[in-house]
């Protein structure tokens, strides 16, 4: 990517990153520690054409994260606590990876693909 001066990194992050939640403090910490990499990364590659970005999701469906919706009532994961009312989809994750790809101007920045959740 150097050599041509031109690559994208895209991380995928997890709005646990950011905040407490559903999951483990482990899987927080370790999501918190992808993002500051690639904030990093991107600073020192800016100057190379590299972009390094991370997309932070939400309450993703149909990925096994969440196996049956009724597991996550009553939690701040309950589709009724999502403002947009429903789970995200994979392919929504797969649309932020593809924009971020696209774009060179867009670099150490976080995505946070939550349906409104914060």
């Given amino acids: 990517m150097k050599a041509r ?3 994208r990194i895209v991380y995928v992050s997890s709005i646990s990153a950011i905040g407490g939640g ?7 910490a370790s999501k918190a520690g ?3 990499l ?16 991370d997309v932070a999701p939400a309450m993703i469906g149909d990925t096994g994260m969440i196996p ?12 009724k606590n999502i403002p ?7 392919q929504e994750c797969a649309h932020v990876v593809t924009m971020l790809c ?4 867009m670099t150490g920045q976080s995505i ?3 349906g409104g959740l914060k």
């Avoid at 049956?68 to 589709?79: A, C, F, I, N, Q």
């Avoid at 696209?102 to 101007?105: D, F, N, Q, S, V």
């Fill in 5 to 7: 001066r031109w690559g």
């Fill in 22 to 28: 559903i999951n483990g403090c482990h899987y927080a």
């Fill in 34 to 36: 992808l993002t500051g």
């Fill in 38 to 53: 690639m904030k990093n990364l991107a600073a020192k590659h800016a100057k190379d054409g590299i972009t390094v970005n």
């Fill in 68 to 79: 049956d919706e009724k597991r996550v009532e009553g939690t701040p994961g309950d589709v």
């Fill in 84 to 90: 947009v009312g429903r789970l995200g989809t994979p």
């Fill in 102 to 105: 696209r774009t060179g101007y």
């Fill in 112 to 114: 946070l693909l939550s």
